[in-house]
């Protein structure tokens, strides 16, 4: 977290998602993720930073993801797809010093990792809980220590 910014604030445009659930049972499993950012707009009215967002989850039965299993098949409960809008009230001067390179490059990986960690840091109070409580009944298996840009380490410090 950046203390000198404002905390992001996440607004949800949509949710799709296709799951096959089982009346009274609840699976446990594992969960794929990928978070795309594109790149960010500095906006007058209300004043900050904006920036569209797209997260998909593939959500598998334990013991099945692809990195669980030698053979291609994917065999899945369902898949998430939800797209949103980041938005960080501030002036441009304050995050110019955050987004000089991804602007420039429009890849979101280019941008100070620190802040990436910062435009992430609600994604699981405000998007994936919510989804989690929807899927309570029949999936298990949205981790709550899911990270998408991994905080600052010691050796950064």
Request: aromatic share 8%; proline share 8%; no cysteine.
């Given at each position: 977290?950046?203390?000198?910014?404002?905390l992001p604030e996440y607004y949800l445009e949509s949710v799709d998602?296709?799951?096959?659930?089982?009346?009274?049972?609840?699976?446990?499993?594992?969960?794929?993720s990928n978070l795309?950012?594109?790149?960010?707009?500095?906006?007058d009215e209300p004043e900050g930073l904006q920036c569209e967002?797209?997260?998909?989850?593939?959500?598998?039965?334990?013991g099945k993801a692809p990195w669980q299993v030698d053979e291609e098949v994917e065999e899945r409960f369902g898949t998430v797809?939800?797209?949103?809008?980041?938005?960080?009230?501030?002036?441009?001067?304050q995050f110019e010093p955050y987004i000089e390179e991804w602007l420039s490059t429009e890849e979101y990986k280019a941008a100070d990792r620190e802040f990436r960690h910062h435009l992430e840091s609600g994604i699981?109070?405000?998007?994936?809980?919510?989804?989690?409580?929807?899927?309570?009944?029949?999936?298990?298996?949205?981790?709550?220590?899911?990270a998408f840009t991994s905080g600052p380490s010691e050796r950064d410090a």
């Open positions: 977290m950046i203390p000198t910014l404002e998602m296709d799951v096959s659930p089982t009346v009274g049972e609840t699976v446990v499993g594992v969960l794929g795309q950012v594109e790149s960010p707009t500095l906006k967002a797209a997260l998909s989850l593939q959500l598998f039965y334990n797809d939800t797209e949103f809008v980041i938005y960080v009230p501030g002036e441009e001067s699981l109070q405000y998007i994936l809980d919510p989804i989690g409580e929807l899927l309570e009944n029949s999936y298990n298996g949205i981790v709550p220590r899911i």
